[in-house]
């Protein structure tokens, strides 16, 4: 029996269990940064084995369903049946890539190894080895008690959705219920897919237009802070793909990037779960909190900064008092010998330790502070899990955590950071309480070399502790008539009606809980010439206001196009441009193509659900499709397909295959 390593690339594996004392299901650290190797059976493509490898310890699996559910624009989870010498046993899997274009590669590999697979609802349903008498019998025996069931041979629609997941618009459609508007959600859909748009992140000078009252000795270079890429459908719809330059986010914002004199304060976790490995085979959370702790004081910290440390758990309490670097004894024995003393124990409570950490920021301290050009940070280590169904006491103005961090930022200039030590936190949670509130910051660490690189002076500290910009803000001069976000990246709430495409409060270096140069789409009013403006507040020694304003050319006539030099200029994008339909890449022509899609299926929803009435659940709703949107369908099905073939992504095919339906959907009605 031939296996043909099919795929291999490196995440986390967290498993799905439940927990023996409170009987809640919870996630179980597998693995941090294994290796996966999917291998395909040569003679038996229903046979598909997953290996996962770290430290030279190996676990296999093999696919039990092979459906994919999303968790993020990261995460994928998974059943298996882990193989061993005397058993199978069914697993729930989450894996986590580094990265979505990591993860959305292996969605793409995974589903065409897995398209034509039989799903079977329970093991001994599976097909017998040959030449296996006994497993025969025993097959037979089942099949007489139980019928054999295949996802791809259901009809009657209660089998089918017993399988389905109700949180997936493409798996109602598929048992005929109508999807609420809320499950069609752009990012989602584009999250799913992985992009080229064919240009590279540079670093481009341009000067800056002649002023008639200034010198050109005066005139300064300007940077490019965006790249773009453009489509259009039949002149009458047009796209924009907008991202963040990273070459100038690393290299100009970042190399200049000089941090202030620093009071920080860390607030460490001493609860009693701080005694679990960080990762898997690794230290436990308090002993790599620790070794980051002397790290700081001893190497990372400058002589004028002061740092304090409070522990909490149920209390908290000053462990060391705010004090400067260059008065701490040469060689710190003792605070080393004092930060490696602590022993976890009891529960944890957040608003607690934050008051405590607070409290040190008296009157005296914020005055020498701002007489001093000093900044505060409260820095969190803590492995509590936040709990969205809390999120209204996480943000009661006086008594929440949350609440407590934007007052100690807007009234006392005190910023907080919050490290999630080994636990993943609710994405959205964070954003919407934080993402607003001026220099905080949040970050989930997930490994020994992940955290300790936060405090490495050379490498992260910096930008850990101060952000590179803030009041960041991206318009652009045009009508934006609908904005699609690409991943799960918090956009920070702008006015798109005044063409606001991006508002950042602060903008950090390390990269931690945003990427903002993850592309975002718009649909706008068309112009032959677009007015790109970024502004921000450099947040290094003093700081400075900056504008920078970029052109964008939509006519292509200042670029040279190899093409056109190829074609003695017949087929270059100027001429190309004025074409009904125009795509620079394949990039944006795939991106436009999925916006229509998310658009129009939108717009049945909205539509046709408005007949539908005396129903609590919308998603619960037979499937409905008015004539009108049922001949859009049919004439979008023919489009998509033609696009399909172009774009040559076979991952597409998933999309066409809902089209499809939705274009010759036919309800059945009983007849007496």
């Known amino acids: 029996m031939a296996y043909k390593r099919e795929y291999e690339t490196q995440c986390d594996a967290y498993e799905l269990n439940v927990d023996a004392l409170t009987g809640k299901k919870k996630w179980t650290k597998r693995g941090m940064n294994g290796n996966l190797v999917v291998y395909s059976n040569e003679d038996n493509m229903n046979d598909l084995r997953v290996r996962f490898e770290l430290h030279n310890i190996q676990i296999w699996w093999k696919v039990f369903n092979p459906k994919l559910k999303r968790k993020g624009s990261k995460t994928r989870v998974v059943t298996f049946k882990r193989l061993s010498t005397d058993?199978?046993?069914?697993?729930?899997?989450?894996?986590?890539?580094?990265?979505?274009?990591?993860?959305?590669?292996?969605?793409?590999?995974?589903?065409?190894?897995?398209?034509?697979?039989?799903y079977n609802s329970d093991e001994s349903e599976a097909p017998a080895a040959e030449g296996s008498h006994a497993c025969n019998e025993?097959?037979?025996?089942?099949?007489?008690?139980?019928?054999?069931?295949?996802?791809?041979?259901?009809?009657?629609?209660?089998?089918?959705?017993?399988?389905?997941?109700?949180?997936?618009?493409?798996?109602l459609i598929r048992i005929n219920r109508l999807p609420s508007a809320s499950l069609i959600r752009a990012s989602d859909i584009l999250g799913e897919y992985h992009v080229n748009f064919g240009i590279e992140d540079k670093l481009v000078w341009q000067q800056q237009q002649a002023d008639n009252n200034n010198n050109n000795q005066h005139q300064q270079p300007v940077v490019s802070y965006a790249n773009f890429s453009y489509g259009k459908f039949d002149n009458s719809e047009h796209f924009?793909?907008?991202w963040m330059n990273s070459a100038v986010i690393q290299r100009v914002l970042t190399s200049f990037h000089q941090r202030p004199k620093m009071n920080v304060v860390i607030c460490l976790d001493v609860s009693e779960s701080m005694k679990e490995s960080l990762c898997t085979n690794e230290l436990t959370r308090i002993e790599v909190a620790q070794q980051a702790l002397v790290q700081l004081c001893r190497l990372s910290l400058e002589k004028t900064d002061r740092f304090a440390i409070v522990t909490f758990n149920q209390a908290s309490e000053i462990a060391y008092p705010l004090t400067a670097i260059d008065n701490l004894p040469y060689g710190m024995l003792a605070l080393r010998r004092h930060i490696l003393s602590f022993t976890p124990s009891g529960t944890t409570d957040l608003e607690q330790a934050y008051r405590t950490a607070l409290s040190i920021f008296n009157d005296d301290v914020l005055l020498h502070a701002r007489n001093a050009g000093y900044q505060n940070r409260i820095i969190f280590m803590t492995d509590l899990q936040l709990n969205p169904a809390r999120a209204d006491v996480y943000n009661h103005a006086e008594n929440g955590i949350f609440g407590l961090i934007r007052a100690a930022a807007d009234k006392r200039q005190v910023y907080t950071t919050l490290m999630s030590m080994g636990v993943e936190q609710d994405a959205p949670l964070l954003r919407n309480a934080l993402a607003h509130v001026q220099g905080c910051d949040y970050m989930t660490l997930r490994n020994t070399q992940e955290f300790m690189a936060k405090f490495d002076k050379k490498r992260e500290l910096p930008f850990v502790l101060t952000p590179i910009v803030t009041e960041l803000s991206v318009t652009i001069d045009t009508e934006i008539r609908e904005v699609y976000s690409y991943s799960d990246l918090d956009r920070n709430i702008a006015d798109v009606s005044q063409g606001q495409l991006l508002v950042v409060k602060s903008m950090f270096g390390h990269g931690g809980s945003n990427d903002y140069s993850s592309p975002m789409i718009v649909k706008f009013k068309y112009k032959p010439q677009l007015k790109l403006t970024v502004q921000f507040t450099e947040h290094s020694g003093g700081g400075g206001g900056h504008c920078s304003q970029q052109m964008?050319?939509?006519?292509?006539?200042?670029?040279?196009?190899?093409?056109?030099?190829?074609?003695?200029?017949?087929?270059?994008?100027?001429?190309?441009?004025?074409?009904?339909?125009?795509?620079?890449?394949?990039?944006i022509r795939k991106v436009v193509l999925l916006?229509?899609?998310?658009?129009?299926?939108?717009?049945?929803?909205?539509?046709?659900?408005?007949?539908?009435?005396?129903?609590?659940?919308?998603?619960?709703?037979?499937?409905?499709?008015?004539?009108?949107?049922q001949a859009e369908f049919g004439r979008f099905a023919q489009r998509f397909e033609k696009e399909f073939k172009i774009i040559g992504d076979d991952t597409l095919r998933k999309e066409l295959d809902v089209i499809k339906k939705l274009a010759s959907y036919q309800d059945h009605v009983d007849v007496d």
């Open 595 to 629: 916006c229509r899609y998310v658009d129009l299926l939108k717009q049945w929803i909205t539509n046709d659900t408005k007949t539908v009435v005396d129903d609590e659940e919308e998603k619960e709703h037979k499937l409905i499709i008015s004539e009108e949107f």
């Open 138 to 171: 025993f097959n037979a025996s089942a099949a007489a008690d139980k019928p054999k069931i295949l996802l791809k041979d259901m009809d009657d629609e209660k089998q089918v959705m017993v399988f389905a997941d109700k949180s997936s618009f493409r798996d």
């Open 552 to 587: 964008i050319d939509l006519t292509y006539s200042d670029v040279e196009d190899e093409l056109a030099a190829a074609c003695d200029n017949e087929h270059g994008l100027a001429q190309l441009v004025k074409q009904k339909d125009f795509y620079d890449s394949l990039g």
């Open 87 to 118: 058993d199978q046993t069914k697993e729930t899997i989450a894996l986590r890539f580094k990265d979505a274009q990591t993860c959305q590669s292996f969605v793409a590999k995974w589903e065409s190894l897995t398209r034509e697979i039989d």
């Open 240 to 242: 924009l793909s907008l």
